[in-house]
């Protein structure tokens, strides 16, 4: 599959998935709309959660954005989302149970199976592109 091609798939399924949390109410509706709204969001978070945890694969090692230099293991993908996609995290080099849970867009992968590596570069984008917050921070 080529870039171009790749980068159209990934546009088309971002789209559809952001599509009906994007479109303004119908006058009169905004009560309902609101508790509308957040079902269908806590269904797009659930969504993106089983997308993440069927296409991911641990551990792999990676770098993580907002930590000193080096580099971990991701082990595992946390499963309250509540606040955010986390993943758990451990130094490369440590042989601790210690584990941080980090957003899985502070994780750039530094080896790991091609839908691994896919599902992550899918998620930073996703995050980065849409235009509504999927998280309230």
Avoid: H
């Avoid at 998935?17 to 905004?30: K, R």
């Avoid at 230099?69 to 601790?96: C, N, P, Q, T, W």
């Amino acid at each position: 599959m080529s870039s171009n091609s790749a980068q159209q798939e990934r546009d088309k399924l971002f789209e559809r998935l952001t599509s009906m949390l994007t479109f303004d109410p119908p006058y009169g509706w905004v009560g309902e709309w609101d508790e509308w709204r957040d079902e269908t969001l806590e269904t797009f978070r659930a969504s993106c959660y089983a997308y993440l945890a069927g296409e991911m694969s641990f551990p792999f090692s990676a770098k993580v954005s907002g930590l000193e230099d080096g580099s971990f293991r991701v082990i595992e993908l946390s499963e309250d989302y509540e606040g955010g996609i986390k993943v758990g995290i451990a130094y490369a080099e440590d042989d601790s149970e210690d584990i941080l849970f980090v957003l899985l867009t502070q994780v750039e992968p530094l080896d790991g199976d091609e839908r691994t590596l896919k599902a992550v570069e899918n998620w930073r984008y996703w995050v980065s592109s849409c235009d509504f917050p999927l998280w309230s921070t």
